[in-house]
T-cell receptor, first 113, second 113 residues
């Protein structure tokens, strides 16, 4: 049982490069979330989605874009990476009844040089 | 501004000890409070609390919410080395027509053999 799968697990980028983080869930969950986790800051919400084709901004959306073209996938894009985006990124999903981020992926460790 | 504060920031105990972790919050439109355990990678969901005074229990872990004083505690009895982790508290709020989850910075627990 896969649950929530994030790819890649690690990536090093140069400032100004772009990349896309993929989150896939196999539980038919409506809600999906992208968080970043930095030392001393806890988990901060970047963007979230309440269903296929919908996205919304969280606490720290600047510099990121998202898409939810298919229910099982939630993509997080960095158009022009900056050192301030060095972080560990977590994707989570929740079902329609519970809503809460119930299942988390293992995270993507991203370093921007 | 919505705020979730966890204390202590870190804690070192010996196996068999009992620990109490605290989570206080100042938010508008509170809906529920959530506890997660984060070991090396993905946070895993522990409890969701919505009503004051009703204890949630799972094995050696228990939690209770006080909506009047705006805090929750997570108790772990007879601690084991496998309880070593970061414990995260999150508060669900309803704002701008949607539900959001605000995380605290976590309490790092280390249990020594």
């Amino acid at each position: 049982n896969a649950g929530v799968t994030q790819t890649p697990k690690f990536r090093v980028l140069k400032t100004g490069q772009s990349m896309t983080l993929l989150c896939a869930q196999d539980m038919n969950h409506e809600y999906m979330y992208w968080y970043r986790q930095d030392p001393g800051m806890g988990l901060r919400l970047i963007h979230y989605s309440v269903g296929e084709g919908t996205t919304a901004k969280g606490e720290v959306p600047d510099g990121y874009n998202v898409s939810r073209l298919k229910k099982q996938n939630f993509l997080l894009g960095l158009e022009s990476a900056a050192p301030s985006q060095t972080s560990v990124y977590f994707c989570a999903s929740g079902d329609k009844q519970e809503r809460k981020p119930q299942h988390f992926g293992d995270g993507t460790r991203l370093s921007i040089l | 501004e919505d705020k979730v504060v966890q204390s202590p920031l870190s804690l070192v105990v010996h196996e068999g000890d009992t620990v109490t972790l605290n989570c206080s919050y100042e938010v508008t439109n509170f809906r529920s409070l959530l506890w997660y355990k984060q070991e090396k990678k993905a946070p895993t969901f522990l409890f969701m609390l919505t009503s004051s005074g009703i204890e949630k229990k799972s094995g050696r872990l228990s939690s209770i919410l006080d909506k009047k004083e705006l805090f929750s505690i997570l108790n772990i009895t007879a601690t084991q080395t496998g309880d070593s982790a970061v414990y995260l508290c999150a508060v669900e709020v309803f704002t701008s027509g949607t539900y959001k989850y605000i995380f605290g910075t976590g309490t790092r627990l280390k249990v020594l053999a």
